[in-house]
């Protein structure tokens, strides 16, 4: 099915450092979400995004609602250990069905002492 | 419950079997995913309820795969005749249906067809 375009797919980072991760989409966007999922478990919502030029922080994490509508971006500062993961972007398109979420591949994260 | 509940958690089946996937979303959500998610993947849209209007099944892969919602609470995902490209995680999520909606996951069934 369809998906949004998320990158890098994977990082490898020593702790203590900031990360930043994207995901664009060729049709505009209403919502974006980001989510982080930890081996064997669902994935669990970090930040959700609603307007265009939209900046949320919830802790060391901050995402952005690019002003396109087209591109969300998250940033992890300060890396730890527990930051390790799966991060996933997701949005909805305005011409999609109102449930209907596309996801990114995903960023996998890796962070070394 | 405090959140999305799904079973079982881990179903291993032979290839040409049916296998049915339950969910249960948080008590008052009228909005139900199912996404499936292969390894190393990202999620892909299965099929989504909203209250009681026309499911919206078109991420459903083939004819195989159907679901059902029972008095707007408990869902069934059933494939038929599994194959082993079936073999993901299929990850269940309700919603609350307001503006500014957000989605909130299960911890997934994991299926594997041998």
């Known amino acids: 099915g369809q998906q949004l375009n998320q990158s890098p797919q994977s990082m490898f980072i020593q702790e203590g450092e900031d990360v930043s991760m994207n995901c664009t989409s060729s049709?505009?966007?209403?919502?974006w979400l980001w989510y982080k999922q930890d081996p064997g478990e669902g994935p669990v919502l970090l930040i959700a995004l609603y307007k265009a030029g939209e900046l949320t922080s919830n802790g060391r994490l901050t995402a952005q609602f690019g002003i396109t509508r087209k591109d969300s971006f998250l940033n992890i500062s300060a890396s730890i250990p527990s930051d390790v993961g799966i991060y996933f972007c997701a949005g909805r398109s305005s011409t999609d069905s109102w449930g209907k979420f596309q996801f990114g591949a995903g960023t996998q994260v890796v962070v070394t002492p | 419950g405090a959140g999305v509940s799904q079973s079982p958690s881990n179903k291993v089946t032979e290839k040409g079997k049916d296998v049915e996937l339950r969910c249960d979303p948080i008590?008052?959500?009228?909005?139900l995913y199912w996404y499936r998610q292969s390894l190393g993947q990202g999620l892909e849209f299965l099929i989504y309820?909203?209250?009681?209007?026309?499911?919206?099944k078109s991420g459903l892969p083939s004819d195989r795969f159907s679901a059902e919602r029972t008095g707007g609470s408990v869902s069934t995902l059933t494939i038929q005749r599994t194959q082993q490209e079936d073999s993901a995680v299929y990850l269940c999520?309700?919603?609350?249906?307001?503006?500014?909606?957000?989605?909130?996951f299960g911890e997934g069934s994991w299926l594997t067809v041998v």
């Open positions: 049709s505009i966007f209403n919502t």
């Open positions: 008590s008052g959500h009228t909005a």
């Open positions: 309820f909203q209250g009681n209007s026309a499911p919206d």
């Open positions: 999520a309700s919603s609350p249906y307001r503006s500014g909606n957000t989605i909130y």
